[in-house]
């Protein structure tokens, strides 16, 4: 469930805010997805070491999230 925030987040900073404040905002969700996730591991069953996995899959919708806010953005300003 943490994963929608980098992801709906990604999507609303890339479109609303300027680049250096979404990627900013970016990188503060999937920093924050990434933690709370690992956090709560062993209360779904498995351990720490899902972090190998878990970090790459925040980091991947971080930046799509982020690309297509900025591609939201970029037909805003051209329509």
Do not use: N
């Not at 990604?10 to 905002?25: D, N, P, Q």
């Amino acid at each position: 469930m943490f994963l929608l925030l980098p992801l709906i987040g990604g999507v609303l900073a890339g479109w609303l805010a300027s680049k250096r404040t979404a990627i900013i905002l970016q990188i503060a969700f999937a920093v924050v997805a990434a933690s709370v996730m690992t956090a709560s591991a062993p209360q779904h069953g498995s351990d720490y070491g899902v972090v190998v996995w878990v970090v790459p899959i925040t980091v991947v919708v971080a930046v799509i999230g982020l690309s297509l806010g900025f591609l939201v953005r970029r037909r805003r300003q051209v329509a």
